[in-house]
């Protein structure tokens, strides 16, 4: 059983900052890309950046230059540095990952969610 546990979202006025953290744990042989989507009320989820295995990194148009993603591979973590937050930021955050777990016929690879953590940005 793998989870993926988000923590940083919260309350911050236009301008401001936040970074947000994603843990995965469980029985894990490695994780190939992570990141982060969000999902506004009345909205479709969206990407907002992910990063490879490897360090590669794509943004959200409306992200880029603002926020930045990182991970720990040591520590099965991801993160993403907010910067310059607008109220259009305001969302539901959701961490996801894509991870091999150890199988009894060898191993799989299944794509994860994490549980999504509210970032409100007050104008």
């Known amino acids: 059983q793998v989870q993926l546990v988000e923590s940083g979202g919260g309350l911050v006025q236009a301008g401001g900052s936040l970074r947000l953290s994603c843990a995965a744990s469980?029985?894990?042989?490695?994780?190939?890309?992570m990141g982060w989507y969000r999902q506004a009320p009345g909205k479709q989820r969206e990407l907002v950046a992910t990063i490879a295995g490897g360090g590669s990194t794509i943004y959200a148009d409306s992200v880029k230059g603002r926020f930045t993603i990182s991970r720990d591979n040591a520590k099965n973590t991801v993160y993403l540095q907010m910067n310059s937050l607008k109220p259009e930021d305001t969302a539901v955050y959701y961490c996801n990952a894509d991870i091999t777990t150890p199988y009894s016929l060898g191993s799989r690879l299944s794509n994860n969610w994490g549980q999504g953590t509210q970032v409100t940005v007050s104008s």
């Open positions: 469980g029985n894990i042989f490695s994780i190939n890309a």
